[in-house]
């Protein structure tokens, strides 16, 4: 794979490595058939941190495999798309209110064409487009629908929480109304009911070909860890854990085969070399960089950089069960204490916003009037006085070894608190054990980097406030937050939405169960040559959206 000229790993040797590892034919004879130029034009490269761990989402959320869930399966719904405010090349998903149009949603007709909900907002009935085949050559029908949501409430990884926020815990509540049509049954109004048919994490599965490779009741897992068995526009062609991921773009493909024919999905682990690799023009996006290697890169010839506001934050989760957190005015006093301005500015070199509030800024009902923790030590020193800590105290805050602005902000935020008298050891924590800390919510204080998918303040308050859910791991516990949320998600008048959300956010900030630290950037290092890039609140990319331009 490797040029003997140059010693270092190019372009056609990227593409010819597909090929030589066993997506021979598969790959349709790229890198034989056909000079690097042609082959470069409908071949797409990506250097990632790692290979997808899993192709089954329910039990995997890892960078890789939500890229592949992008390009192997398809939703229900869309968002409409809109040109991106920060970035002229870029687009983004239109996810505002928009009272002028149908549930004040700008929806698209993906895999159902038309879509209407009842008017008390508790039955939804989806009418789905005809003619569409899986990458089995299945037909599209309800009841790939149903098996779909029957699936999550059959086993135990995402789906009791994408099912849960709809109030569906029993297979009945899914009906298939006729061979192309399929309705959702709600105890109650849901305004989340379209919302989740957008979402990422409920993609919709060729149940003909998983019932064929169910094994021991497993639902198709061991078969779909693998392999796909879906109606989007990509098939798996390769999957080498640890090297690479090879995906084809399918013919059949309802909506037209996608421009980039094949993609590669190199596993690239260490940042600099997906800069270099990027740099030289071997690959045509490399991913995840260090802050500093996209300031680099603004710099550098046939390189395109695009930095959106997404949904994604980083926070430190302070542990409520745990002394001293289980006091408001120590949380209080730990945001006080962090040093915003100057992790935005020497961390992420601008490429960062302030998270100046509980839900992410871009989604609807966001509100930061609540917004109180500017960097002020003598505040944060009268509050732990208040609280009894006037000697300060000592603790722990954990970070992730493979997470390279973690560190940086905890020596940042180490140096500050000392200033007030808490003395905080820093825990490095290998990136192979560090969600198993988090998870185990048995550290007083631990970094967390996450985004809630669905755009809506409900949905995002649930994943990790409410008492209940499986990634408050900071151990909030508010019985009135928990009454609101779900107030919230019961009532699909905008107006009362707001009302209650406002009020929840409030409450949060006020009882800061966080460290508010940042909203970082979406930001994507490309060849410039490479055109399409579209944000979706899921934070991957869709390979059928890019194409070669000028």
Not at 167 to 190: A, M, T
Not at 245 to 271: C, H, L, N, Q
Not at 333 to 352: D, H, I, S
Request: a neutral charge.
């Amino acid at each position: 794979m490797n040029d003997p000229g140059s010693g270092r790993l190019t372009r056609r040797g990227v593409i010819k490595g597909a090929v030589a590892t066993g997506a021979a034919g598969i790959v349709a004879g790229t890198a034989s058939a056909a000079p690097a130029a042609t082959e470069a034009s409908h071949t797409f490269v990506i250097a990632a941190p790692a290979t997808p761990q899993s192709l089954d989402h329910e039990y995997d959320v890892s960078l890789g495999t939500i890229d592949a869930v992008g390009a192997l399966y398809d939703n229900l719904l869309e968002y409409a798309k809109i040109p991106d405010p920060d970035a002229p090349e870029a687009r983004r998903e239109d996810i505002g209110v928009h009272s002028d149009k149908p549930y004040n949603l700008n929806l698209v007709g993906k895999l159902a064409e038309k879509w209407e909900v009842s008017t008390d907002g508790t039955v939804g009935r989806f009418t789905l487009r005809q003619g569409v085949k899986s990458n089995w050559g299945n037909e599209f029908t309800a009841e790939d629908v149903k098996w779909t949501w029957d699936r999550k409430l059959n086993l135990h990884g995402l789906g009791p929480f994408q099912t849960g926020v709809l109030n569906i815990f029993h297979e009945d509540q899914i009906k298939v109304d006729g061979r192309y049509v399929v309705s959702f049954h709600l105890p109650k109004p849901n305004p989340l009911l379209l919302k989740q048919m957008v979402n990422l994490s409920n993609p919709v599965y060729d149940q003909a070909k998983c019932k064929q490779e169910t094994v021991d009741n497993d639902w198709a897992h061991k078969f779909l860890e693998n392999n796909s068995a879906g109606f989007g526009p990509y098939e798996v062609a390769q999957l080498v854990r640890g090297q690479q991921a090879v995906y084809k773009g399918r013919a059949d493909y309802y909506r037209g085969k996608p421009y980039m024919d094949t993609v590669i999905f190199k596993e690239v682990p260490t940042s600099a070399t997906r800069l270099s690799l990027l740099q030289g023009g071997s690959v045509d996006i490399a991913q995840f960089l260090q802050p500093l290697e996209y300031v680099t890169l603004k710099r550098a010839r046939g390189v395109a950089i695009d930095a959106v506001r997404a949904s994604y934050a980083v926070w430190i989760e302070l542990n409520a069960k745990m002394k001293p957190f289980d006091n408001v005015k120590v949380r209080q006093a730990m945001n006080y204490a962090l040093p915003r301005e100057e992790t935005l500015k020497t961390v992420f070199q601008g490429l960062a916003d302030k998270q100046t509030g509980c839900i992410p800024a871009i989604y609807p009902e966001f509100t930061d009037q609540f917004w109180q923790y500017d960097t002020d030590l003598a505040k944060a020193k009268a509050l732990l006085d208040e609280a009894g800590f006037k000697n300060g105290f000592k603790s722990t805050l954990s970070y992730n070894a493979g997470d390279p602005v973690q560190e940086p902000v905890a020596i940042l935020y180490q140096t500050s608190l000392r200033k007030i008298g808490v003395d905080i050891v820093l825990n490095k924590v290998p990136a192979a054990t560090f969600y198993d800390f988090v998870t185990k919510r048995e550290q007083p204080m631990i970094f967390y980097r996450d985004s809630p998918w669905v755009p809506d303040p409900g949905y995002s308050t649930k994943l990790y406030f409410h008492s209940k859910s499986y990634v408050d791991y900071s151990n909030y516990v508010n019985p009135e937050v928990d009454a609101l949320i779900t107030a919230g998600l019961e009532t699909i008048d905008a107006a009362k939405r707001k009302e209650i959300y406002t009020k929840v956010q409030e409450i949060i900030m006020g009882e800061a169960p966080w460290g508010f630290i940042a909203w970082p950037r979406y930001v994507l290092a490309r060849r410039a040559d490479l055109k399409g890039f579209t944000y979706y609140t899921s934070n991957n990319l869709r390979f059928q959206d890019f194409y070669r331009g000028a």
